[in-house]
């Protein structure tokens, strides 16, 4: 499984933007980029996931470099509910299980 | 509630006991994962059914695991003569065979700690 690298820790405000980043340079043309997010003592929880193209829903956005071997999960305005941990995964479109393989994430803090 | 539902949410147990989580995926998610979790780490990958098939064991999974899911729909998961490294955050997930996006519905886990 192609490998994801994300700082352990990041920090913000309440009502700012927040740019988590992921670095993933050994992605492969087959893999999608998925992000999910864990709040305290629940389990994870789908945000966001794309290709190739930038992409938006309710809950964030997800910028993807030209050459896809970074991307950036963008929350437009943090609350404090938005305090988790946040996993960057590569899920390859194959046949089989297509588990996703969890790093250990970027553990996000909001201060009020 | 029609999410994927576990139980016990928590469970604590003697070294040696046996335990049995069960997961109830949503309700004709066809694909169904169990994961592990220990303190500050990510979740890792146990095991994979499609259907009442189990396709893919990790190899945490030693032999006092066994995972099934007999008709297709609910699954458990036995831990035979528990360790104490076995305490961990236990996740079950689902999803659609016919849906291609790769989302995962988690439950909240079971919590299980071994004295």
């Known amino acids: 499984d192609a490998k994801t690298t994300q700082p352990n820790s990041m920090e913000s405000n309440e009502e700012e933007p927040v740019h988590l980043p992921c670095n993933h340079s050994?992605?492969?043309?087959?893999?999608?980029i998925h992000w999910y997010r864990q709040l305290p003592s629940q389990g994870p929880e789908y945000v966001i996931h794309?290709?190739?193209s930038n992409v938006n829903n309710r809950m964030a956005s997800l910028a993807i470099a030209e050459d896809r071997k970074s991307s950036t999960l963008i929350l437009h305005r943090a609350t404090l509910r938005d305090a988790a941990v946040y996993y960057c995964i590569l899920r390859a479109i194959i046949q089989g299980a297509q588990k996703l393989v969890f790093g250990q994430g970027t553990r996000l803090t909001i201060n009020p | 509630d029609t999410g994927v539902s576990q139980d016990p949410r928590h469970k604590i147990t003697k070294r040696g006991q046996n335990v049995t989580f069960r997961c109830d995926p949503i309700?004709?998610?066809?694909?169904l994962y169990w994961y592990r979790q220990t303190l500050g780490q990510g979740p890792e990958f146990l095991t994979y059914?499609?259907?009442?098939?189990?396709?893919?064991k990790s190899r945490l999974l030693s032999d006092r695991f066994s995972a099934e899911r007999p008709k297709g729909s609910f699954s458990t998961l036995e831990i035979q003569r528990t360790e104490q490294g076995d305490s961990a955050m236990y996740l079950c997930?689902?999803?659609?065979?016919?849906?291609?996006?790769?989302?995962?519905?988690f439950g909240e886990g079971s919590r299980l700690t071994v004295l």
């Open positions: 050994t992605i492969s043309g087959t893999d999608y």
């Open positions: 059914f499609q259907n009442e098939a189990q396709l893919e």
């Open positions: 997930a689902s999803r659609p065979g016919s849906a291609n996006t790769g989302e995962l519905f």
């Open positions: 309700s004709e998610h066809n694909r």
């Open positions: 794309g290709l190739t």
